[in-house]
């Protein structure tokens, strides 16, 4: 992907952690490790923070749930989810074309794990109960 889709990405990263009008350590250090993995230097994720980009639309279904699956990963990184991110995660959820039951299930579905964080195989599993 390029630099300007990878900020995008990252600032609807940023949008969701600042949902709760609070952004803790955790959700910081783990948007700054995104960050690195897509390209991304820390000054671009203070100016993200300054200054966040609309959101772009994901080609392939795979980019849409894998962006989805680190909205739902920021939201839980601090062990607290507040009703204005799951409101917003699944406002993300939807206007990325994920299906409201695949998103309902997997916001129900993280209360079942530790630290919310559904495997992956069960992630699929979800995902193929609604695609297939």
Do not use: C, W
């Not at 990252?10 to 700054?32: C, G, H, P, R, W």
């Not at 923070?49 to 639309?57: A, G, R």
């Not at 062990?79 to 409101?87: F, M």
């Amino acid at each position: 992907m390029d630099k300007e889709t990878n900020r995008a990405l990252l600032s609807d990263l940023i949008l969701l952690a600042q949902a709760d009008n609070k952004v803790t350590d955790s959700e910081y250090d783990f948007i700054i490790r995104i960050a690195e993995q897509m390209g991304l230097s820390e000054a671009d994720v203070t100016e993200l923070f300054d200054n966040p980009l609309p959101s772009k639309p994901q080609n392939s279904e795979l980019q849409r749930l894998t962006h989805f699956y680190k909205l739902v990963l920021v939201m839980n990184v601090d062990r607290e989810t507040h009703e204005k991110e799951i409101i917003a995660v699944r406002n993300f959820g939807l206007k990325m074309g994920i299906r409201p039951g695949v998103v309902d299930q997997i916001l129900l579905r993280m209360n079942d794990y530790k630290d919310k964080i559904i495997p992956t195989e069960e992630l699929l599993k979800i995902f193929q109960t609604y695609y297939n």
